[in-house]
């Protein structure tokens, strides 16, 4: 199934087609706090930057929501799962390719672990509860996914789905999948900040700013008002 969101990328169509749809609900579980993850990366000196590799549902709203965390250099929307050659919006939206909507994060570990961006995208950014779906949008290319670029990535994202699974935070059982990094391509410069360039977009409206303002709400500690844009720009 073609993502619904490719249809409401342009402001007056948008309009008339939300009018006309009643679009799902955006996830089955509401953001929730939950608990830090037990094994996490001890933030270090050592390091400039690192990366984190997600994919969970349209990257409008994981990117929206990744550049408001402390900590976060830039956040880039793209695919992953793929082949270089298939990484176009229009095949990857017809769920042949095995690419994900993907976003990378690449961040400072000296202010925020990969322990805490999990947190963030467990509870926030997504719905780990839903296979190869997240609201309105169907399809493998929409799957929850952690694509882990070292070991101890790895390690964190399997201890906290074991933590999350055995203390019962979900009302189902996480689906996300935990794979190795098999490369990342940006996606189209359109797709780039789609939310801060279109926040009045009737589905940015209806399905990613609810994030955003949970995110700050039950996050706070974690979240800085002015998010950080592709290229390191705020």
Known sequence: MLKL???LKNGAAAGLLAAALILPACADEAPKVIPAAQLDAPKTQSAATETAVLSGGCFWGMQG???????????????SGGAAATAQYELVSTGT???????KITFDPRQVS??????????????????????PDEGTQYRSDIWYTNDMQ????????????????FGAPIVTRVDAYRGFYPAESYHQDYLIHNPDAPYIVYNDLPK??????????YYRETPVMVG???
Do not use: C, M
């Open 114 to 135: 990969y322990g805490e961006i999990l947190r963030v995208y467990f509870s926030v950014a997504h719905d780990p509860t839903q296979l190869n779906r997240q609201g």
């Open 97 to 103: 390719t095995g690419a994900a909507e993907t976003v």
């Open 212 to 221: 955003i303002a949970a995110f700050k709400r039950l996050y706070a500690g």
């Open 232 to 234: 390191g720009r705020s």
């Open 5 to 7: 969101s490719r249809f």
């Open 154 to 169: 790895k390690k964190i994202a399997d201890a906290y789905i074991r933590q999350l699974g055995a203390a019962h935070v």
């Open 65 to 79: 929501v990744f550049e408001h965390l402390k900590g976060v250099k830039e956040v880039v929307s793209g695919y």
